[in-house]
């Protein structure tokens, strides 16, 4: 199983950017995608996920309204629109896939992507 975390960038706060995370071999049945970051000197802090049976999202109060999680399912890609971006969320984007009990919790995770560094500065 591989993922494959791409698009993220230098933007100015308020700028846009979406992220694609590209997923191989995971042909399991219902699972989710979980996009978290990591920002220097803290923790793997949640963002967003989805199911894949029924595309059912969620998303860490921080980011709701402002990014949007999807998928396409026929390019086996989830991705993650990230709008009205602010400083605070610099960080390495890593998305994971799994059969999480509680999507917000990283260790409920089985598979994870190298990441990709957003950097929100002006």
């Known amino acids: 199983v591989q993922l494959q975390a791409s698009g993220g960038g230098l933007v100015q706060p308020g700028g846009s950017l979406k992220l694609s995370c590209e997923i191989s071999?995971?042909?399991?049945?219902?699972?989710?995608i979980g996009w978290f970051r990591q920002a220097p000197e803290k923790g793997r802090e949640w963002v967003s996920s989805?199911?894949?049976?029924?595309?059912?999202?969620s998303y860490a109060n921080s980011v709701k309204g402002r990014f949007t999680i999807s998928r396409d399912n026929a390019k086996n890609t989830v991705y993650l629109q990230m709008n009205a971006l602010k400083p605070e969320d610099t960080a390495v984007y890593l998305c994971?896939?799994?059969?999480?009990?509680?999507?917000?919790?990283?260790?409920?995770?089985?598979?994870w992507g190298q990441g990709t560094q957003v950097t929100v500065s002006s």
């Open positions: 994971a896939a799994g059969w999480p009990s509680i999507v917000a919790i990283a260790d409920e995770y089985d598979y």
């Open positions: 071999g995971f042909t399991s049945g219902a699972h989710a």
């Open positions: 989805i199911t894949s049976s029924d595309g059912v999202t």
